[in-house]
């Protein structure tokens, strides 16, 4: 359904996430960051919703941070 590049861009962010953080994907529940990698490789529907996830909050990122910039 996505492109590898989307997918390898979605598994590096992960990478980038402490091991310490669990990540809630709507209804499916809490996963690690491997467990999500895992689910992007393998196309599951949760990894997935991950990519969705990620790719909303990438989209959204310069209203994010106009508005950060303005509550300085």
């Not at 492109?3 to 809630?24: A, F, H, Q």
């Amino acid at each position: 359904m996505y492109s590898e590049d989307i997918k390898e861009l979605v598994k590096l962010r992960l990478m980038s996430t402490p091991s310490n953080i669990l990540i809630s994907i709507g209804g499916f529940g809490e996963f690690t960051k491997d467990q999500l990698i895992d689910e992007v490789e393998k196309g599951s529907e949760i990894g997935n919703a991950a990519i969705r996830m990620e790719i909303t909050f990438l989209r959204k990122m310069p209203s994010l941070s106009k508005i950060a910039a303005e509550t300085r």
